[in-house]
């Protein structure tokens, strides 16, 4: 048996999906489902068994995972990876819609933007990240977000699905600088236009149409989400946005989601009722603006216990998916039940955006997993193997080998 400390040194140079049997562990094939002593098989990308008994496949490689723990790979909900390198240099950043207020971004597609080469990936594997939403910010509408993977290689994998969302905001992530009641305004006027241009389309060709308050390709990319195809998730802190939000929706009938929600404990009732889902930091509990005063640390909590679907991200942060798991134990801590904290950050982003393949470890599903040194939501435990689209991928990252490269300082140091 190979022990599975070292198959990272094994395997982490194979540039293709092979099958892999990881034998004797425990796995949670979901959640809720907690697996004791049990096998899971991966061939060709795709987990093909997963249970107690499971054979292994003549001429797998045999991980021996007594005493881990397996999980699906982690799903990163909300973030700027690939797309945000350093905040502070404008050639690093891209997608950050902070120079207009209540502008309209919606052709922006993050695939275009999206840079597999970000040093932030590797970072984000060695916390059992897989795979990302990934999108702008900084606008009414901020434009097309992607759905991406974490695997490295010699050619870093193109998006997986783009667009996966519509990312839009209200309050300081619109880059408000107008009334709140305004930004609501504008963002009912603008899906009045989308509703008009896409009925009259060649009256606008013709500039036989009023004037309308979004550009051509912008008013293209939103009629998907006018006629309810594609997620609209926007940005939201405050109890009265978020209330706006609601009644829009159903006006229109869009399919929406919630991200930030700092208040939205306070509509959980409704939020259940409606179906939207809310994206959050457990740790983004302070009142630092008017509209996140009633912030608390259970939010992920009430949100659950009313029904509604949650999931735990680092909400915009590239540099900090590396602690996403770090933030579901936070929220379990804080009210969440253990399963509904591991569902937050694995099955529940997968749900919320459609991606039927991912999230849990299921027969059929793609190879995400990751082996833990014990329980995944305990700060000391550490992804031991990550493989994704069944390719163990390398832990290796800047930082680690600048660690490697200064851990022996010379005895004596020229001047």
């Known amino acids: ?46 987990i093909t068994a997963v249970g107690k008994g499971v054979p292994v496949p003549a001429g797998a490689t045999i991980v021996d995972g007594t005493g881990k723990v397996v999980t699906a790979g982690l799903i990163e909900a909300s973030t700027q990876i690939g797309l945000v390198e350093v905040d502070l240099e ?10 207009q207020p209540q502008e309209v971004y919606a052709a922006y597609r993050s695939r275009d933007a999206y840079d597999a080469r970000s040093v932030a990936i590797p970072v984000a594997r060695t916390g059992g990240v897989t795979s990302a939403i990934t999108g702008p910010s900084g606008a009414l509408v901020a434009g097309q977000a992607a759905f991406v993977s974490m695997g490295g290689g010699a050619t870093p994998p193109a998006p997986l699905r783009a667009p996966i ?20 305004e504008k963002l009912r006027e603008l899906f009045d236009d989308v509703d008009l241009y896409r009925k009259n389309k060649g009256a606008f060709d013709r500039n036989q149409a009023r004037r309308l308050t979004a550009a051509r390709l912008d008013l293209e990319a939103l009629i998907p989400v006018l006629e309810g195809r594609l997620l609209l998730v926007v940005r939201a802190d405050s109890e009265v946005d978020i209330r706006a939000l609601l009644a829009l929706a159903a006006e ?11 208040e939205a404990w306070q509509l959980a009732k409704e939020l259940a009722a409606a179906k939207v889902p809310v994206i959050l930091d457990p740790t983004a509990n302070l009142p630092d603006d008017l509209a996140a005063i009633d912030a608390r640390d259970e939010s992920p909590a009430l949100l659950a216990k009313a029904g509604v679907t949650v999931a735990i991200s680092t909400v915009g942060n590239a540099s900090a998916v590396r602690t996403l798991r770090q933030l579901a134990g936070i929220a379990v801590a804080n009210g969440m039940t253990w399963e509904q904290g591991l569902a937050a950050i694995t099955r529940a982003p997968a749900q919320i955006f459609g991606i039927a393949d991912r999230g849990t470890l299921e027969r059929g599903r793609v190879a995400d997993v990751v082996v833990w040194s014990g329980a995944p939501l305990e700060l000391l435990s550490r992804a031991e193997t990550v493989i994704v689209g069944g390719v163990v991928q390398s832990l290796v990252t800047h930082q680690t080998r600048l660690r490697d490269r200064y851990r022996t300082v010379p005895s004596q140091t020229p001047y």
Request: no cysteine; aromatic share 4%.
């Open 252 to 262: 229109r009938r869009l399919r929406i989601a919630i991200t930030g929600g700092a």
């Open 165 to 184: 969302a519509m990312i839009a905001a209200l309050g300081r992530g619109s880059n408000q600088l107008a009334s709140r009641g305004h930004a609501v």
């Open 90 to 99: 404008a050639t690093g950043n891209d997608g950050r819609f902070n120079t």
């Open 1 to 46: 048996m190979i022990r599975a400390w070292l198959v990272l040194a094994l395997l982490a140079g194979i540039a293709h999906a092979e099958t892999i049997a990881i034998t004797n562990t425990t796995i949670y094939a979901r959640p809720d489902q907690k697996l004791e002593g049990a096998t899971i098989v991966m061939r060709d990308g795709t």
